[in-house]
Each structure stands twice: as structure tokens, then as C-alpha cells.
């Protein structure tokens, strides 16, 4: 592996570790406010995918994605902010944590009704190949999100128009309470694409190296035309579903089990076992994270509030009874 | 704002001022947008091949191809929610939902999405999005087959809600809403297609959200869309002959709702009667009966009154089907009970 990736990763997670603990704090000092739902466990998925990603490629996501944020170019600072309700916050103060968005980074938001990320998705797609673009569009959801009609009516959809759509699943588990083996008669949800003729994969979503292998053969395979395909990144969360669940239906013994296969800590052991990175090197990862999340908890305390209640909800506001003016 | 006259590169399908039906003024609002923006694309069940339920697609999937006239699966959640997806990155998408009873499987994506991104956003996102849907008590179809959806579509801000009765509403108010950068939900009356009305390819376009003054009258302020006015019309043609004159408005949009226009009225009248195909209970017209007396209350004689559809599914049955909806012998009777002086 080229060293200057794995120390990308590393950073990367190392950020989102730190990024998240920053957010839970902020919570509990009440800073921030509404679901917040954190993404400790699951870093090697949105690195290792997101790292695969051209600049033009969009992104669709879910509630859970500060992290998908992050990796696709979204400052720390901007994701912050939003998560305060900060006029400075990378939605404006408007969306919050589960409604991240950025134009520019092609980042086309994060969606909090379980299931929507699929047609937005698909929309995109469709508009690319109507108009012979060759990006990509990400969209990611959860094993829980796999029991949608939404899911199956898009998949459907993107292998009969051959849309450049990467499916991404990150099967935590858990959708909310219910484990997998009680919420889908076929948890591996990598099959549910056989009758629509996706090709599907389930790769090792602990292990980034795997995860961006795995996705940049899966961009190859997408963007040479040969319509979506659909990753299931096998993966786990250390937290509740959000800071209202402490997550107490698991057995202690199962978070162990997973804390063992910690994503952050496994690929910083082997970076530094196979050469790719050296102590001293991470140590400076450590304090540039430090002081990257201390800068944006600092950005998003001194930002001002938005202050227009009625701004956009038009794009052509008017006057007329019913209108936001 | 785009010419609305295009080359179609064919025979044009219109000629200036003649008569059209409300289905070709549709089709070619639809036509004229194609040609004129390759961003504009249509998709919804039936609407290629087949050339729309009520043909207001047709021939376009010979003219624009099947990546701009898109044959879906029965899958209104996510064909719409791929309107939104498509929105968002330039495309100009105009969903067809065959008729409003299905748009209750889209409202995710018509009520948590289109019309939410660009608030939530920030700004960033518009969804130039536009989702037509033919409704309506139609002729006897069944209670699934018979609704209207103007309550649950008017209280989401965010949407832009239209009712074009005419062939001449309905090309400017269609072509209007494909250039509109909001979404734009346009609402069709299935007993309306078939309507031939007077258009005028030329004519000055009445803004999207303007309401319109169908009979001039003194009296009395009927307040119609869709079938409704000319229901409005007929009952405003028996009081006439009572010596009674109403003036009877057609809406054309909901939301937002054209409350001047109303107030005008009004303040020379003094009465104002809703006529409303949907059901009473929580329809639109408790919404404009409640902003005109807030709006207009001065100007009142007498509390603004409705005649609406009962407060029942749609039967059935003929003859009950009629009975569950408005006629002008209802407005001709409610109007002049409100206008008899009160001791
Ligand atoms: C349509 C819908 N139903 C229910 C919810 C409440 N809800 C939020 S997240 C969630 C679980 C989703 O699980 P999964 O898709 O596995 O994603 P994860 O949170 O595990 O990442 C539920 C039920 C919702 N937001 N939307
Ligand atoms: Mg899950």
C-alpha cells in the first residue's frame, strides 16, 4: 500500500473517532440538540469507500453521516457548525446533523426518513446516463434500510436502466433495537440483489483497505457501464442508535467481541507492522486531530445563529397567501 | 424565462387562436418544453409507449426517445423520489402519477423531500420538479379510484399547488410550472381532458399563481377550480335569472392562493360562497373560507359559506356518486339562502 494513503485513512478515521466524541460531548453540554446519531465502529466505511471516490462523483446518505461528509470534502468546521444550528454550518443552521449538504462536493445530503436515500440515488444516476455523464452516485444505507419497498423498487429501476449507482450497505447490525436476524428473512443483504441481476459483494467493513479495494473495483465495474452494483460493508457500532439509546439490548460480551476488531486501532497496528507509517508520524495525526476538532467546536461556538426563518423556502419566494413572505 | 415558442421541427400543433382540448393543451405544453430544454424529461407508468392514461403523453416517446419519456414500474415512491434525485443535479423531470389516489404511495417523496431540500439545505438545492396527477370524482370509479388530495398537498410549504381547468390554464400554468424552479404540483381533473375551450397560442400568460374572474357580478363571490367553476358558472346563470349576479372566480392555483383577487371581490359583493369538489371537513375551502374572514371581514355581510363534497368515501353507485358531490342546484340554494336578508 502507497504510504500516503494508509496515512490518509489513518487520519481520516482518527478524525471521525475524535470528530464524533467531540460531538457526543457537545451534546451532553447541550450545544447540540435534536437525534444526533454517532459513527464510532463504522469508520472504515466511509473512509475506505469515500477514498475511492472521484471529485465527481455524488454522494447520497443517510442520517448517520458526518463522516461520509468529512471524507468527501466537507470541512470539519462546516459539519460542526451544522450540528450547532450555526448559520455556518454547511446546511446554514437549516438541517442540522441528519441534513448535511454541500453543493459544491456534490454531497447531496443526509437523509433521515429511512429508505429515501435509494430514489435520490437513482434520480442521480438517471440524470447521468440521460446525459452521458460518467460519474458515479454513492448511496449508502443501513441494514434496516434494506426492508424498504423503496429498496427493492430502486434496485429494480437501476439494473433495468443500467444506472452508475454504487449500493453501499452498512450493515451494523442493528436497526435501532431489532438485530439483523429478527428484522430480514435474508440478512445477508448482499443477496437481495440476485433477482434484479445486481452484482453484489459483502466485504469486511472493519478493514478500510479491504472496504476501498473492494469499492475501487466496484466504481471500475460501475463507471465502465455496466449499470449499479451493491457493496454490504459488514460492520458494527460502538454506541446507541443515537445519544437517546444506550444500546443496553447488546450483551457486553458482543461489544467486546467487536471493540477487538476496532477498525481505527487494527489498521494502525498494521500500518505500523508493515512499514506504511511511523510512530512519530501518527503522533502528529493525533495532534492534528486534536486541534482540527478543537477548531471546529471553537468555529461552531462562535458562529452566529441563522436569523431568517423564511429564507428558501421558494427558490422564487412571493407574497401571495401560502407563499413564505 | 424560455420562449414558449419553440421549433418543434415538425408541424406545429397548433395554430393561433382556435380551440383546443384540455389533453392537447397539455401535450403541448409537454411538446414545447422538450424542445426547448434538454433537461426536461418525463416519467410515470404508461406515459411512453402507450402515450398516457388520458394521452396527455402522446407521441412524445416517438419524438424525445425513452431516456426523455420514461415507462416506469408501478413504483410511485421511488419514480418520484428519482424526479427529486434527478432535480437536485439539473434535470427538469415531470412525473405523471396516473392519477392522485397513487400519489399517496409518493407523498415521501413529494412531502419529506421535494418539498423540503432546498430548506434544509440552506438554500443550496432548488428541486425544479413538477408531479401531475389527474383526480377527482371522475364516473363511477370507486372509492380508490375518486379522491382528491388538495388538504393533505396545501399545508406543506414548499409546494406550489395548481388547478388549470382550462385548455388555456392548462398550457400556460404547465408550461409555467416546467420553467418554475419549485417544485410544482399540477392537479387534473379526469372530466376535464376531454373540455375544448378557446387558446390563444399568443395571448399574454396569466402569472402562475393568479386566480381569475370567469362572470362579473355584484351580488355575490362564487370561489371555484376545476369542474367546480363551471358548476359555479351554471348556478351563476339560474340566479341570474332570479335577478341575482354572481361573480364566480376560478382559482387556478392553491397555493399559494390569490387572496386579493378574493378581497376585491368581496369588498363588492359582500358574500362569498366555496364551492369545492373534495370533502368538507378540513378541505381547502375551510382554508379560504377562514382567510377571507380574517382577510375580509369588514367587507362581509354574511359568514363565507361552502358547498363541498359530503363527508363520505366516493360511492359506487351513480347516483350516489352525484349526490356526494357539489351541483349548481346546491349553489343555487345555499347562495340564495345567504343572500336572503336575515330578520
Ligand atoms: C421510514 C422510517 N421509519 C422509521 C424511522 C425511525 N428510525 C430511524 S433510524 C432507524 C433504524 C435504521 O436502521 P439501519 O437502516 O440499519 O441504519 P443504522 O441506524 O443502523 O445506521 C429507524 C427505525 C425512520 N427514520 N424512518
Ligand atoms: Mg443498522
Known amino acids: 500500500m502507497q504510504r500516503e494513503l494508509a496515512r490518509q485513512f489513518l487520519y481520516d478515521m482518527m478524525l471521525a473517532r475524535q470528530f464524533e466524541q467531540a460531538a457526543a460531548d457537545q451534546y451532553q453540554q447541550g450545544n447540540i440538540a435534536g437525534f444526533l446519531h ?22 447520497v446518505s443517510t442520517y448517520r453521516e458526518h463522516v461520509h461528509a468529512m471524507v468527501k470534502g466537507i470541512t470539519p468546521r462546516a459539519v460542526m457548525a451544522e450540528l450547532f444550528g450555526k448559520a455556518t454550518g454547511c446546511s446554514g443552521g437549516y438541517g442540522g446533523s441528519m441534513h448535511l449538504f454541500d453543493r459544491e462536493k456534490r454531497f447531496l445530503g443526509g437523509y433521515a426518513i429511512v429508505g429515501e436515500t435509494f430514489p435520490v440515488a437513482i434520480g442521480v444516476g438517471y440524470w447521468l446516463r440521460m446525459t452521458g455523464q460518467n460519474d458515479v452516485v454513492y ?40 438485530e439483523i436476524h429478527r428484522h430480514t428473512a435474508v440478512p445477508e443483504i448482499w443477496r437481495h440483489t440476485t433477482p434484479y441481476g445486481i452484482p453484489g459483494k459483502r466485504v469486511d467493513g472493519m478493514d478500510v483497505a479491504a472496504v476501498y479495494d473492494a469499492t475501487r473495483d466496484a466504481l471500475a465495474f460501475v463507471r465502465a457501464g455496466n449499470g449499479p452494483m451493491l457493496l454490504e460493508c459488514d460492520t458494527y457500532r460502538y454506541r446507541g442508535h443515537s445519544m437517546a439509546d444506550s444500546g443496553a439490548y447488546r450483551s457486553a460480551l458482543e461489544v467486546q467481541e467487536l471493540m477487538a476488531r476496532d477498525p481505527v486501532r487494527t489498521f494502525r497496528e498494521r500500518a505500523l507492522a508493515e512499514g506504511w507509517i511511523r510512530e512519530t508520524e501518527i503522533a502528529d495525526i493525533e495532534k492534528q486531530v486534536q486541534e482540527t476538532v478543537a477548531d471546529a467546536v471553537q468555529f461552531a461556538e462562535q458562529s452566529p445563529d441563522p436569523d431568517d426563518v423564511r429564507k428558501d423556502v421558494y427558490a422564487e419566494p412571493f407574497r401571495l397567501y401560502g407563499g413564505s413572505r | 424565462m424560455r420562449s414558449r415558442h419553440a421549433n418543434l421541427g415538425h408541424e406545429p400543433v397548433t395554430v393561433r387562436a382556435r380551440e383546443l382540448k384540455v389533453w392537447e393543451a397539455l401535450n403541448l405544453a409537454l411538446d414545447e ?7 426536461v ?33 408501478i413504483s410511485e415512491n421511488s419514480f418520484t423520489g428519482l424526479g427529486v434525485g434527478a432535480a437536485l443535479v439539473g434535470g427538469r423531470p415531470i412525473v405523471e402519477i396516473m392519477t392522485v389516489n397513487f400519489a399517496l404511495l409518493a407523498l415521501d417523496a ?8 432546498r430548506y434544509m439545505s440552506g438554500g443550496q438545492f432548488t428541486v425544479p420538479l413538477v408531479v401531475r396527477m389527474p383526480g377527482g370524482v371522475a364516473r363511477q370509479l370507486a372509492a380508490q379510484h375518486s379522491q382528491r388530495l388538495e388538504h393533505t398537498l396545501l399545508n406543506v410549504p414548499g409546494l406550489r399547488v395548481v388547478v388549470p381547468g382550462t385548455p388555456q390554464d392548462s398550457y400556460w400554468q404547465l408550461t409555467q410550472a416546467i420553467e418554475c424552479d419549485d417544485p410544482v404540483i399540477v392537479l387534473e381533473h379526469e372530466l376535464l381532458y376531454n373540455d375544448s375551450g ?28 376545476h369542474r367546480m367553476v363551471g358548476v359555479a358558472l351554471e348556478a351563476a346563470e339560474t340566479l341570474a335569472g332570479e335577478g341575482i349576479e354572481a361573480e364566480v372566480i376560478d382559482l387556478r392555483s392553491l397555493r399559494p392562493l390569490d387572496l386579493p383577487v378574493l378581497v376585491k371581490s368581496v369588498e363588492k359583493t359582500h358574500h362569498a360562497l366555496v364551492v369545492e369538489e373534495d370533502c368538507r371537513f378540513a378541505g381547502a375551502g375551510a382554508e379560504i373560507a377562514a382567510s377571507l374572514h380574517e382577510a375580509a371581514f369588514g367587507a362581509l355581510d354574511a359568514p363565507v359559506e361552502r358547498v363541498a363534497g359530503l363527508d363520505v368515501p366516493t360511492p359506487y353507485n351513480g347516483l350516489l356518486e352525484q349526490a356526494s358531490i357539489p351541483d349548481a342546484g346546491a349553489v343555487v340554494g345555499t347562495a340564495l339562502r345567504i343572500l336572503t336578508p336575515r330578520v
Open chain 1, 38 to 59: 454517532l459513527y464510532p465502529g463504522e469508520e472504515a466505511v466511509a473512509v475506505g469507500s469515500l477514498r475511492a471516490a472521484d471529485a465527481g462523483d455524488y454522494v
Open chain 1, 139 to 178: 448511496c449508502f444505507f443501513g441494514d434496516g434500510a434494506a426492508n424498504q419497498g423503496t429498496f427493492h423498487e430502486s434496485l429494480n429501476m437501476a439494473a433495468l436502466w443500467k444506472l452508475p449507482v454504487l449500493f453501499i450497505c452498512e450493515n451494523n447490525h442493528y436497526q435501532i433495537g431489532t
Open chain 2, 33 to 39: 418544453a422538450m424542445a426547448a430544454d434538454e433537461a
Open chain 2, 41 to 73: 424529461f418525463i416519467l410515470g407508468e404508461d406515459v411512453g409507449l402507450y402515450g398516457g392514461s388520458y394521452r396527455v403523453t402522446q407521441g412524445l416517446y416517438a419524438k424525445y426517445g425513452e431516456w426523455r419519456v420514461r415507462d416506469t414500474p
Open chain 2, 110 to 117: 413529494i412531502i419529506n423531500m421535494a418539498a423540503k431540500l
Open chain 2, 198 to 225: 378557446p387558446f390563444d397560442a399568443e395571448a399574454e400568460p396569466l402569472p402562475l399563481h393568479a386566480a381569475a374572474v370567469r362572470r362579473e357580478g355584484r351580488d355575490l363571490t362564487l370561489i371555484a377550480w
